[in-house]
């Protein structure tokens, strides 16, 4: 049989009208008829009853119809199938998250790449950040969103895909804990509560120096094995830490709290506004950057541009000052300010 004739004959199954098949298949109904003929004097017997008002299947046309039918959506399939494999993705991706606002993104993500890809599936897994790295090394997991820096050279590293102000995390009774603004030199106040089994790479990236430029040397207390267990050491006032100020909406604690933006010199990355400049200005200014020195400010992206004025006004407050702007990256900011290639820092 030609695949016409097939479908022909499966539409004139289901439709059991001539001007209908023949407008399914865009043909004329004498077309059809033309067809259905054609196949039965192959068969050699009738396929279909029909009267002026009336068609049918005969009982060896319903024989017909029962076994061609399955077929040929099986045909279809494969056939669909093939251009499926040809034009996109199937598939399960599998997508760990370290923190439940990624969670959340990835969600939105993943609805939008389903769409455009119905054949793929996105499983969510959350994980600790070794777990992460450790699910890309064993092929457990196709995509980690987690905080940089990530120090396997065979693991990919993207785009960063946001940026987060940090917050200092101190005992609700501390006297920190009333402050609107931190900077590192605060700290020393408290020990730093850092996270075990870590890298030094990625503690040096994530924590603050243990020597601020400026102040007292911040001391280590204890460590923690996971998040939970960070957060109780801070609750029972053994410490302080350093987290994402988001963390406060999905982890807050009556025995905890989230003071941002903490500042040396870096100030949050949302809503960096000319006041925040302008205060991290007069830090700098404290810190002895008065007349006579330049003033090396570290901008992240379009920040850069909302700083208005404030360069000018800074130079005009103190003739024979400069603002020498330099372009980072949030991951570098730490970095540079430890280094001494920035005083400042507008994330």
Not at 19 to 32: C, D, H
Not at 262 to 268: D, K, N, P
């Amino acid at each position: 049989m030609e695949r016409y004739e097939i479908e022909t004959f499966l539409t004139l199954a289901e439709k059991l009208h001539f001007a209908r098949t023949a407008e399914r298949l865009l043909v004329s109904p004498g077309r059809v008829s033309q067809t259905i003929k054609q196949l039965e004097r192959r068969i050699g017997g009738a396929l279909f009853e029909r009267s002026s008002r009336h068609v049918a299947l005969t009982p060896v046309g319903q024989h017909l119809h029962a076994e061609l039918l399955p077929a040929h959506q099986q045909i279809q399939r494969a056939l669909a199938n093939a251009s499926a494999a040809c034009a996109g993705f199937s598939g399960a991706m599998r997508i760990g998250f370290t923190a439940p606002w990624s969670g959340t993104l990835i969600v939105r993500a993943a609805e939008a790449f389903t769409s455009r890809h119905p054949r793929c599936t996105v499983e969510l897994q959350e994980v600790t950040y070794n777990a992460a790295i450790a699910a890309l090394q064993g092929e457990d997991a196709d995509l980690v969103v987690a905080e940089p820096p990530v120090e396997d050279p065979a693991i990919t590293v993207g785009p960063v895909v946001f940026s987060e102000p940090r917050a200092l995390l101190v005992p609700a009774g501390h006297p920190l804990a009333s402050r609107e603004t931190v900077s590192l030199e605060d700290l020393a106040a408290l020990s730093l509560i850092t996270a075990v089994g870590v890298s030094r790479v990625w503690r040096d990236a994530f924590f603050p120096p243990p020597h601020p430029p400026q102040g007292r040397p911040i001391r280590h207390g204890p460590a923690g094995a996971g998040w939970q267990e960070i957060l109780s050491l801070v609750g029972a006032g053994q410490g302080a830490t350093v987290a994402a100020a988001r963390a406060g909406r999905y982890h807050g604690r009556p025995d905890i709290v989230y003071v941002r933006p903490m500042t040396h010199g870096t100030l949050s990355a949302a809503n960096a506004s000319p006041i925040q400049a302008a205060e991290a200005l007069a830090r700098a200014e404290a810190a002895g950057h008065g007349t006579g020195w330049p003033l090396r400010l570290g901008v992240f992206g379009h920040v850069g541009h909302e700083l208005g004025p404030l360069p000018a006004e800074f130079r005009s407050r103190y003739p024979g000052s400069e603002v020498q702007l330099s372009e980072i990256n949030g991951c570098d900011a730490f970095t540079a300010l430890r280094a001494g290639t920035t005083d400042v820092n507008v994330l």
